[in-house]
């Protein structure tokens, strides 16, 4: 995934957390990257056409950035399930992130053919425990209070 | 929301390993499918078509046990290739290609696919410079080798697909 996808993804599921545009800060907190990288990378997306960016306000994704932005959270959903299910990664979430920046999207495509994805991903990406919440795997154990 | 990495480079031995898994995977669907396949269309089968998936299966099996290799020099399993070939019947069991078309088409995706793995795969580690414990030019020889058949195979399959 390259690293406009992983921005695209990101205001995405931040836009969805503050139900409203994105934060600069928050992007950038999310990402680990600094609030000027930040700002760099959204005038490209705002360029492309993929996102709008109101100062004060924050990030708004275009409808075309939508779609980018669902395509990658997909691609992240793969890999988790792959690593979770068929390498039985324990912590497939850190791992995920390390790994998303490195699996193009065709490569997830094909790692796609022998994981039972949910007809509704990515809707299923839960950003508190950061994986797909159909996951099998119990994603954050919450420990039983006694 | 958590932190999530926008470098692309390999950044640990670890990471390597886990990716070196991930091309095995790739190889053991395409032998798995190629051999499903195979199965499939074995009544009619063309010697061309026959021919290709044989060659196939064969090479990535041969990549397969190079970067087994690889990564039991990182001291890493490799996942077994019965548990990818159900995995793949599972997911098939209830479908079958419907002509050769389809059958060379997934093979021209398979050879891509790989091609862009281990593209990417050699960029990532070409831009890290993390100390390996595995010997980096063996690794990136023996990458690049791989990399290079997969393009060669892409080549085969368009062909034999323009011959058609």
Known sequence: MNTADQYLKTIYVVQDQEDGPASTGSIADALGVSPASANEMIGKLEERGLA??????????????????????????????????????EDFQAEARELEAVIDDTVAERLDTIIDREPECPDCFDPETDACSCLEIAAAPVEPEQ | ?????????????????????????????VEARTHRHYQQLDAELDEEVEQLLADAAEESAAHRERLETLIEDLGVDS???????????????????????????????????????????????????VEFSIDREELVATLTAIRDEEAEGVREVTEVMERR
């Open chain 2, 79 to 129: 996942v077994p290739f019965g548990e990818i070939e159900s995995l793949v019947d599972a997911r098939y069991g209830r479908t079958r290609p419907e002509d050769f078309d389809d059958v060379l088409y997934d093979q021209l995706c398979n050879e891509e696919t790989a091609y862009k793995f281990y593209d990417d795969l050699i960029g990532a580690i070409e831009d890290s410079d």
């Open chain 2, 1 to 29: 929301m958590v932190v999530v990495s926008v470098s692309q480079r390999v950044a640990s031995d670890d990471q390597l390993a886990r990716l070196l898994q991930i091309g095995i995977v790739l190889e053991e669907v």
């Open chain 1, 52 to 89: 709008e960016h109101e100062k004060y306000k924050g990030v708004t994704l275009t409808d075309d950035g939508i779609v980018r932005a669902r395509d990658a959270l997909q691609t992240y959903c793969i890999i988790e399930r792959f690593l979770a299910n068929v390498l039985a990664v």
